[in-house]
Each structure stands twice: as structure tokens, then as C-alpha cells.
């Protein structure tokens, strides 16, 4: 998903990146909750008929979907964002702070989308200057990187 901000201004525009999200993390939480009721009523059930071992495989159902869950969640957030002013491009990666950035001098930037190795592939869009190359939009369906792709070139060359 691509949420682009200040799309009128010439000199300066801003590209926010993130995966599309389709529960938050209460819905994560809510849906956790429910599946290990169920899980739990039921091991409980065979529990209560003398088949205890059950129980602990049901324990680590449940172990395994969280951690499932927290990773899927974790993974969702995490997003990307594109500076582009005047004289430089900014690209700032990162959760909930910006772990990774690099910014490259506007006049030197090439967009490049790289078809995939393989039929069936996604491509790759990324930002190169001067020997250093960064990829965008790897969380992108096929047809939002190309959007973006000609949106960037656009920005960056006017």
C-alpha cells in the first residue's frame, strides 16, 4: 500500500511503503484468543475422558501459533519511506523508528525495475547513485511497483 503525501508539491513529495495490513494487532489478539479457547475446550474434553497427553500438544499448538502470529504482526509493521526534496532522495526503512537510511543527491538517481530471475517472479524497483543500490517496495503487488516505479521517475526528474 502506497500513501503518498504532499503529491502537489513539485519540490518536495513524500512515499509512505507498508504491507497491506489486514488485522491489527487486537484483531491478532482477539483471534488468538478465540482459537485457543477452542483448542483448549476441546483438549480438556479428552482430558476429562483419561486421554491427558493432549494437553500438551495442544500447549505447543499454541506456543506455535502465537509466535506465528507475533512474527506475521511484527512483519506488518514495518514500512518505508520516501523523501524526495529539491536536491536529494531520502529513503528511510524501519519499524517504530527508522532503522535504516539512505540518502542519495536527487540529480544522480536511477529508478530501475528489474524484471524477476524466474517467470512468476516479482520484479525489484530500487534506487541506485554512485555504486549503492537500495530496494523499495518488495512488500508492493506487481502492478503498485510499477505505478511507483513511473511516479518516482516522474517526481525525480522534473
Known amino acids: ?17 507498508r504491507p497491506n495490513r489486514s488485522l491489527s494487532w487486537h484483531g491478532v489478539l482477539v ?9 483448549l475446550t476441546v483438549a480438556l474434553m479428552f482430558a476429562a475422558q483419561g486421554a491427558w ?24 509493521n514495518e514500512q518505508e519511506v520516501i523523501h524526495i526534496d529539491q536536491d536529494s532522495v531520502k529513503i528511510e526503512k524501519g519499524r ?32 541506485c547513485s554512485m555504486g549503492r543500490e537500495v530496494e523499495i517496495g518488495s512488500a508492493l503487488l506487481e502492478a503498485e511497483r510499477i505505478s511507483l516505479a513511473s511516479e518516482l521517475r516522474q517526481k525525480i526528474t522534473n
Do not use: D
Open 53 to 76: 497427553m493432549i494437553l500438551p500438544f495442544a500447549g505447543l499448538e499454541l506456543i506455535a501459533l502465537a509466535a506465528c502470529l507475533y512474527i506475521c504482526a511484527r512483519k506488518n
Open 96 to 127: 517504530n523508528k527508522v532503522r535504516h537510511c539512505v540518502e542519495f543527491q536527487r540529480h544522480w538517481v536511477q529508478i530501475r525495475l528489474a524484471k524477476g530471475q524466474l517467470p512468476g517472479y516479482p520484479s525489484r524497483l530500487t534506487i
Open 1 to 17: 500500500m502506497i500513501a503518498a503525501q504532499c503529491p502537489g508539491n513539485r519540490l518536495r513529495s513524500h512515499y509512505v511503503i
Open 31 to 39: 483471534f488468538f484468543a478465540a482459537a485457543a479457547t477452542v483448542t
